[in-house]
Nanobody, 125 residues
Framework: QVQLVASGGGSVQSGGSLRLACAAS????????MGWFRQAPGQRREGVAT???????HYADSVKGRFTISQDNAKNTLYLRMNSLKPEDTAMYYC???????????????????WGQGTQVTVSS
């Protein structure tokens, strides 16, 4: 069972930047979708950005143009670069993985079954 460890959260002012990292216990390239999700207090968990096994990326409308998801297959690490942060980006951020059986297939949020422990991002105005 793949294990994920997220890091990189913190407190920044509005307009600032952070880079989250998610270290996986095994190689993820080719066999998994990877993604970042977030949950603010009292809110439902929402998908932020995902990357398919072929490298295709998907973003929530609220973060398009500000966040970039990427992965370093040599390090088994997933990243989320967050620029121009806003107070509404404040949340616990989780990385997740979904196994895929067809290379390049898109993953639904419900397909993500492996989860990291979360890292807190707080953006002050």
């Amino acid at each position: 069972q793949v294990q994920l460890v997220a890091s990189g959260g913190g407190s920044v002012q509005s307009g600032g930047s952070l880079r989250l990292a998610c270290a996986a216990s095994e190689p993820m390239s080719g066999g998994y979708c990877m993604g970042w999700f977030r949950q603010a207090p009292g809110q439902r968990r929402e998908g932020v950005a995902t990357i398919d096994s072929d490298g295709t990326t998907h973003y929530a409308d609220s973060v398009k143009g500000r966040f970039t998801i990427s992965q370093d297959n040599a390090k088994n690490t997933l990243y989320l670069r967050m620029n121009s942060l806003k107070p509404e980006d404040t949340a616990m951020y989780y990385c997740a993985a979904a196994e895929v059986w067809v290379y390049g297939s898109n993953c639904l949020d419900s397909d993500f079954v492996y989860w990291g422990q979360g890292t807190q991002v707080t953006v002050s105005s």
